[in-house]
């Protein structure tokens, strides 16, 4: 064992798994020790073990190396074990304490967003919601940061028969909403002008997963006597940074599906 408490064998066990990626899906022992600068004995006895507790596989003719199919096992068990709240906990407290308005965090859960977490503003004008309320996703800033990022079926899962107008400003069919919806894609947030209460304007941002899906969003909600422009340009920054924080805390790795500016 090294001063720095590593382990040498273990951190060359993990050099060898590292070779592998989505352009390198299949190696030959020489690649594997000629990329990570040992010799095919070390490189060797190390694919050996992994092979034996089902990390590596190998083809029998080509004779070449794989990933093996015990890493997405364990991914799960990681992926499973991830808390949500616990991730973002911390972001949302720092993005209310930054901005002084409400922030929640929420998931998809068919046709509407149910809160799972909020940090309430101590400003005495306050938004009137609670963990564990349910709104009609296509009038939230929530529900649209994460409709905007399903695959076709499961968007029209998320998509009610008949579209109720909360308040002028309410989209109410199919093709003002698609359109909403290839906006956000683009822009990488959504805003509720006053959509679902008249009154109130929001801010969303998606939150990506290790499997580079959405299924959770983060808002900050405010008055519009307080939510200016300026205010409202402020906060897109701060919540987009805090949800690409998160994502990357999730696992993913990916370009945030293009959006502009991640």
Known sequence: MEKTGRIQSIDRTLMVLNCFSEHQTELRLSEIAE??????????????????????????????????????????????????????????????????????????????????????????MRIASSVGARLPA???????????????????????????????????????????????????????NEEHSIGLRCVAAPIFNHEGKVKYSISVSGPGVRMSEGKMDTIILLVREACRDISEKMGYKGDHKGVSGW
């Open 35 to 124: 990329e990570i600068g040992l010799n095919k004995s070390t490189a060797h006895g190390i694919l050996n073990t992994l092979k034996y507790h089902g990390l590596i596989s190998q083809d029998e003719e080509s004779h070449k190396y794989r990933l093996g199919l015990r890493l997405m096992e364990l991914g799960s068990r990681a992926a499973n074990s991830l808390n949500i709240i616990q991730f973002a906990g911390p972001k949302i407290r720092k993005l209310c304490s930054e901005i002084e308005e409400t922030v929640h965090l929420g998931t998809l859960d068919g046709e509407e967003m149910v809160y799972i977490d909020k940090i309430e503003s101590w400003q005495s």
């Open 138 to 192: 296509y009038g939230t800033g929530m529900g649209k940061a994460i409709m905007a990022f399903l695959s076709e079926e499961e968007l029209m899962k998320s998509i009610p028969a008949v579209f109720r107008p909360f308040t002028p400003n309410t989209i109410v069919n199919m093709e003002d909403l698609l359109e909403e919806l290839e906006r956000i894609r683009e822009k990488g947030y959504a805003i509720d």
